[in-house]
């Protein structure tokens, strides 16, 4: 954001609903959680709010982030001028079965995404380890491969991050996301997972639907969304490029993995003003 900022551009990193110092998630309704109530948090609480004269604006998204902006653009492109996504590449909807079922299917049901459906189970699993360690394991994870919770082991199964958390992750930024999420707790993050069955039925008017908007894709080399089967395929041949046919270029990062945000700052800020310039 500093970068962009001292460029001459308003940058915004928003709260998602249910995390960081957002107030009055419903957390115990699952519906609410659904990509049409956080897109419309997005155009609603965040871009109308901010400037409601501004026509559009250049999105850069990571992760959830990144499923979110799809959806934005999908819904209502008028919004955006264009779009820098890291990490998660859109994925068409299939009309056969949702994501839930989709990754049981090639994963098993230790999965994360399987452990995550079942409401306030993984919360209590992980509440024994305290927030900072919960979170320590997920923001350090590089692993190439899924990500298994396997019941009642918690957090055990995921590899130790190491000692120093070196540039990936300070102990300051460390403490910072756990005392958020101190006040939050995970429900609500949760909450993202267990709604999407809801999406995949909500999604259906879109299903064969393009995203039209000036796209740049980045990537990590060893990102696991990278690794998962077909992705590779999909991304670097010509299905990306026919579902978003307005994408420009596709960067996959060397040595790098999920957080490559993070992992290569200075990298990745180029990246993006290079791409956001030209418009």
């Known amino acids: 954001m500093v970068y962009l900022a001292e460029r001459g551009y308003r940058a915004v990193a928003p709260d998602l609903r249910g995390y960081g110092d957002t107030t009055g998630a419903p957390v115990n309704d699952i519906s609410k959680f659904s990509l049409f109530h956080l897109v419309v948090d997005l155009i609603a609480a965040l871009l109308e709010a901010i400037d409601p004269n501004e026509d559009n604006v250049f999105v850069v998204a990571h992760d959830w982030g990144a499923i979110i902006a799809w959806r934005l653009f999908l819904f209502r ?3 955006v001028k264009a779009l820098v996504n890291l990490s998660v590449h ?7 079965m949702n994501w839930v079922e989709w990754f049981k299917a090639l994963y098993g049901e230790d ?3 399987l452990r995550f459906q079942i409401p306030g189970e993984i919360e209590a699993e992980f509440t024994p380890y305290g927030v900072k360690a919960v979170l320590k ?3 350090t994870f590089r ?28 102990e300051e930024g460390l403490d910072y996301f756990a005392c958020k999420f101190e006040k ?8 993202y997972y267990r709604a999407l069955p809801l999406n995949w039925e909500l999604k259906a008017p879109w299903t064969g639907a393009q995203v039209k908007v000036p796209t ?31 994408l420009e270029e596709v960067v996959v990062v060397e ?9 290569r700052p200075d990298e990745i800020n180029k990246h993006i003003y290079e791409f956001i310039q030209k418009f």
């Not at 692993?143 to 120093?164: E, L, M, Q, T």
């Not at 939050?184 to 909450?191: A, E, I, L, Q, S």
């Open 255 to 263: 040595s790098a993995a999920h957080f490559v945000n993070q992992e």
């Open 184 to 191: 939050t707790g995970f429900t609500g993050p949760v909450n």
């Open 137 to 139: 394991k997920f923001l």
């Open 216 to 246: 740049k894709f980045i990537v990590g080399e060893f990102d696991l969304v990278y690794r998962i089967p077909g992705a590779k395929e999909y991304i670097n041949n010509d299905g990306f490029k026919k579902d978003v046919p307005l």
């Open 77 to 79: 492109p008028d919004k």
């Open 90 to 96: 859109f994925s068409p909807r299939n009309p056969h």
């Open 111 to 113: 999965h994360y995404i």
């Open 143 to 170: 692993g190439p491969g899924p990500s298994y919770f396997p019941k009642g082991k918690g957090i055990d199964a995921v590899p130790d991050a190491p000692a120093a958390l070196s540039s990936l992750l300070s």
